[in-house]
Nanobody
Framework: QPHFVESGGGSVQSGDSLTLSCVAS????????MGWFRQAPGKEREFVSA????????YYEDSVKGRFTISRDNAKNTVYLQMNVLKPEDTALYFC?????????????WGEGTLVTVSS
C-alpha cells in the first residue's frame, strides 16, 4: 500500500517561501507521476502541480505559475514543491499524490496533507 510522508508546511507571512517535501514508499516511485493538490477551508480540492516520472515535464495551476516549482529526486523517492511569494490565498492543506497519467494529471494515491497558512 502506498504511503506518503509530507512535511514542510507551516505558518508564514505573505511574500515568504516554503518548501514542501513528500517521501513516498510502497510503490515503484519511478513509474509514477507525482503531484500536489490543495484544499482551502470551505473550498473544493484543486490541482496545484504535477511532474512526470522522469522529470521531463511539469504542470502548474495558473495561479501558481512563476511562483511554485515542482521537482523530484528519484533516488530518494521524494517530490518537492518550492513555493515562493506566498499569498494568503495559498492557505490550504496540501496533499502529495501519485498517478500513472499526467496531462491531465490523475491522482491515484493520496497523502494525508500538510497545512500551509499564509497571513497578510
Amino acid at each position: 500500500q502506498p504511503h506518503f510522508v509530507e512535511s514542510g508546511g507551516g505558518s508564514v507571512q505573505s511574500g515568504d517561501s516554503l518548501t514542501l517535501s513528500c517521501v513516498a514508499s510502497g510503490l515503484p516511485f519511478t513509474s509514477y507521476a507525482m503531484g500536489w493538490f490543495r484544499q482551502a477551508p470551505g473550498k473544493e480540492r484543486e490541482f496545484v502541480s504535477a511532474i512526470t516520472h522522469s522529470s521531463g515535464n511539469t504542470y502548474y495551476e495558473d495561479s501558481v505559475k512563476g511562483r511554485f516549482t515542482i521537482s523530484r529526486d528519484n533516488a530518494k523517492n521524494t517530490v518537492y514543491l518550492q513555493m515562493n511569494v506566498l499569498k494568503p490565498e495559498d492557505t490550504a492543506l496540501y496533499f502529495c499524490t501519485a498517478g500513472l497519467y499526467v496531462n491531465p494529471y490523475v491522482a491515484d494515491y493520496w497523502g494525508e496533507g500538510t497545512l500551509v497558512t499564509v497571513s497578510s
